[in-house]
């Protein structure tokens, strides 16, 4: 079992930053990778941002490629995206997910990211 806290949403202006923090806990040594994924109102959920438990590793939806950078703490189980220059298009639920060795994905419930113009 792989428990996923999300945090760092919120409203902020157009060509501004926010970062989201993911803390993990429970069985973390076994998980593969860890991601970010987004569903927007009325969307299907899409990934954002994905990297390697070991951090070796990163990829990037191509909406967000430049703009927003995913990273890992592995002292403090957490995974952050940090998003810069935000357009009101990236509105939307922001979810952590960590896929586990087992084959099964684990999520949090998302934190929400509003951008105003």
């Known amino acids: 079992q792989v428990q996923l806290v999300e945090s760092g949403g919120g409203l902020v202006q157009v060509g501004g930053s926010l970062r989201l923090s993911c803390a993990a806990s429970?069985?973390?040594?076994?998980?593969?990778?860890m991601a970010w994924y987004r569903q927007a109102p009325g969307k299907q959920r899409e990934l954002v941002a994905v990297?390697?438990?070991?951090?070796?590793?990163?990829n990037y939806a191509d909406s967000v490629k430049g703009r927003f950078t995913i990273s890992g703490d592995n002292a403090k189980n957490t995974v952050y995206l940090q998003m810069n220059s935000l357009k009101p298009e990236d509105t939307a639920v922001y979810f952590c997910s960590a896929q586990h060795r087992s084959g099964i994905t684990y999520w949090g419930k998302g934190t929400l990211v509003t951008v105003s113009s």
């Open positions: 990297i390697t438990s070991s951090g070796d590793n990163t």
């Open positions: 429970g069985s973390i040594f076994s998980i593969n990778t």
